[in-house]
């Protein structure tokens, strides 16, 4: 979790007074959702099954920035649900201003490892990827919708729905029941789903602590646009630095995205040329984050590593109490006081003996003065 990944490795969150600016954020101009979100017994039909948008749906690619690069910082989304375990679709507007406003975050990664994507059906994972392109239409760049699937059909169709609603791009993990075994089966898949989004940018979800698939992404990328010809980039959820760095050194040509996906490593991974990164903390410590990504351009190391190391403080603190999704959305919950819902099970509730250190701990935090 911390970087859609960090759950593996950890997580992250800040102090922050935004409480009252975040409910603020829901009297903003909020559209009503497309629809409640599922109840049991039930489930809401997507707008594709519905048919055509109406007029006050946002039409295919115009809800965020066109042709603007992706880079910078990327939230994982957070899946909201409400207390009896059901998707919550009304905060995602809430969501977005805060991300905006508070953490000045423009970018998001939905249905990911943060998301619990594949703990949700289909339907679900089309229902959150309409309303986040819905209320991100003109205050988000980027809305990435991750797709992928252990069932290649499904992976297709969660492409193709992608494309249909405006998303401004799409993610694919590698399958990890059946794994590919080398790069060609693994192109393979990815060339499968691609091209049923034809004119949606792709990147590949590289997250081998939680996949087991270990194919070097520097093996991957050989010649990769002539399979994928949408092919844009790589969230490069992994410790593997040496893969990172040569990855980017051999592909500078290509202006890919190398999106980093382990936060509390994000220092180093900018050190090697990454352009971006996804990850959990960005939806509370986004503008903690910003401030080391200033302090390395301008380049003021002293800084950046103290930021990097206040952030590495509070993860190592939470790692040891036990820190996953279901830590991340109690964090995120009392950070920007959006309520963010319980896990899916497996996952379980936070305890209150977690929250309560996790607060005490971000409290006690002292970040520069320049902050």
């Known amino acids: 979790m911390p970087g859609d990944c960090t759950l593996l490795f950890h997580k992250k969150f800040a102090p922050n007074p935004l409480h009252a600016s975040a409910r603020g954020a829901a009297r903003g101009l909020c559209l009503t959702p497309a629809g409640p979100a599922p109840r049991r017994g ?22 965020m920035t066109p042709g603007k690069k992706l880079e910078g910082l990327v939230a994982a989304a957070i899946t909201p649900m409400t207390p009896d375990g059901q998707i919550n679709l009304s905060v995602i507007c809430q969501y977005v201003d805060y991300l905006v406003r508070e953490q000045n975050v423009k970018n998001i990664f939905v249905n990911g490892t943060t998301g619990e994507g594949l703990s949700l059906s289909i339907q679900e994972r089309k229902q959150l990827a309409e309303e986040w392109v819905r209320q991100g239409k003109d205050k988000l760049d980027h809305v990435i919708i991750h797709v992928g699937a252990l069932s290649l059909p499904e992976s297709q169709d969660l492409a193709r729905h992608a494309a249909a609603i405006g998303a401004s791009g799409i993610a694919v993990i590698a399958p990890f029941f059946f794994k590919p075994t080398n790069k060609d089966e693994l192109v393979a898949f990815l060339q499968k789903v691609a091209s049923e989004a034809p004119g949606v940018p792709f990147y590949y979800y590289h997250i081998p602590p939680l996949t087991g698939v270990k194919i070097r992404v520097e093996e991957l990328l050989d010649g990769i646009r002539e399979q994928i010809p949408t092919f844009q980039g790589v969230k490069f959820s992994d410790t593997d630095l040496l893969d990172l760095a040569q990855c980017i050194n051999k592909n500078g040509s290509e202006q890919f995205a190398f999106l980093y996906g382990v936060d509390e490593q994000l220092l180093g991974a900018l050190a090697v040329g990454v352009n971006g990164a996804v990850g959990s903390t960005y939806n509370y410590l986004g503008r903690k984050t910003e401030l080391m990504l200033q302090a390395f351009a301008k380049p003021d190391l002293a800084l950046a590593q103290k930021y990097q190391f206040l952030i590495g403080e509070f993860l190592n603190f939470v790692i040891k109490l036990g820190f996953g999704v279901a830590q991340t959305k109690a964090v995120m919950t009392f950070v920007s006081g959006i309520p963010m819902g319980p896990p899916r099970l497996p996952l379980v509730n936070a305890s209150e003996e977690f929250i309560a250190k996790a607060k005490a701990k971000l409290d006690s935090i002292a970040w520069p003065n320049s902050d």
Request: charge should be positive; avoid cysteine.
């Open 42 to 63: 039930g489930v809401r039909r997507s707008r594709a099954e519905r048919g055509p948008p109406t007029a006050a749906a946002e039409p295919p690619g115009s809800s």
